[in-house]
């Protein structure tokens, strides 16, 4: 059995025509026909009836047009694989990344590697970081872009780079009353509503464990909403409602025109709320 035998007969089951799938492939209808008999000689099996002009596909067809089907696509893959690797000059390369990085710091790195390496396709797919994460150790992504840890089961099948770093920042609004106060003590936090990111955010894992450091469980917060964007989480803040630990990274331009505040927190502990890319 050869891949080309799987081709041709791809082509005649698809088509239930002999003809019609010499014509697909651009090889004579003899050729078609010689290859479905050296595969039904060789395995002594039927793949197709033929009544007439009429083709019917058997049991043993149906068997094997779906197992072709996989070696076929594993063949596909195997040759992209094999094409990425000839001077990154064509290809393509699959990238997820947590949404903060893939709003805000990817865009102009991509934009440096297809100028370097304009052959080769890049496919960018966001979500929170858990999701990045899973999706790179199965295989979805080539390349996968988080900030805070990666769980404990995955960080056996998966190599981890720091390729940059960002901090967490806690935010107000021009309304809130913490606009006008740059330093604030540990028990402050228990008195204000807090709009969070969800559970699997890399930022939130970030701000939970500056917590953690701070002697204060997310329990004890007020809790306010809970968000899937870090771009929603800023904008909920912005009008006012709320505080919120958002990277720095997408919060520049909203503390450099004062729509926003960054609150120190005084502690005789200093928290670790760097973000790592």
């Not at 893959?77 to 699959?94: K, S, T, V």
């Amino acid at each position: 059995m050869t891949l080309e035998q799987l081709r041709i007969f791809l082509a005649v089951a698809e088509h239930l025509h002999f003809t019609r799938a010499a014509e697909t492939l651009y090889i004579t209808q003899p050729a078609v026909s010689a290859a479905i008999q050296s595969l039904e000689t060789e395995y002594s099996v039927k793949l197709f009836h033929r009544v007439g002009r009429k083709v019917e596909i058997t049991e043993a067809g149906k068997l094997l047009y779906l197992e072709a089907q996989k070696i076929l696509e594993q063949v596909a893959i195997a040759e992209r694989n094999l094409r990425e690797l000839n001077n990154l000059q064509q290809g393509e390369l699959r990238l997820g990344a947590s949404l903060t990085i893939g709003n805000y710091w990817l865009p102009d790195k991509i934009s440096q590697f297809q100028q370097e390496y304009a052959g080769i396709q890049v496919n960018c797919t966001l979500a929170n970081a858990e999701e990045i994460a899973e999706g790179t150790a199965s295989g979805r992504f080539d390349l996968g872009l988080v900030s805070g840890e990666v769980k404990s089961t995955l960080r056996e099948v998966l190599l981890q780079t720091v390729v940059g770093r960002d901090r967490l920042q806690i935010v107000v609004g021009q309304s809130h009353p913490w606009f006008h106060r740059p330093v604030i003590q540990v028990e402050d936090l228990l008195t204000t509503p807090w709009v969070l990111r969800e559970a699997g955010s890399g930022a939130q894992q970030v701000f939970e464990q500056a917590l953690q450091s701070w002697g204060v469980n997310r329990s004890q917060l007020n809790v306010m909403l809970v968000l899937s964007s870090s771009e929603m989480v800023k904008a909920v803040v912005e009008r006012g409602s709320g505080a919120a630990a958002i990277p720095e990274l997408m919060v520049h331009k909203e503390l450099q025109l004062k729509t926003l505040r960054a609150v120190q927190v005084f502690a005789e502990t200093n928290a670790n709320t760097r973000l790592e890319i």
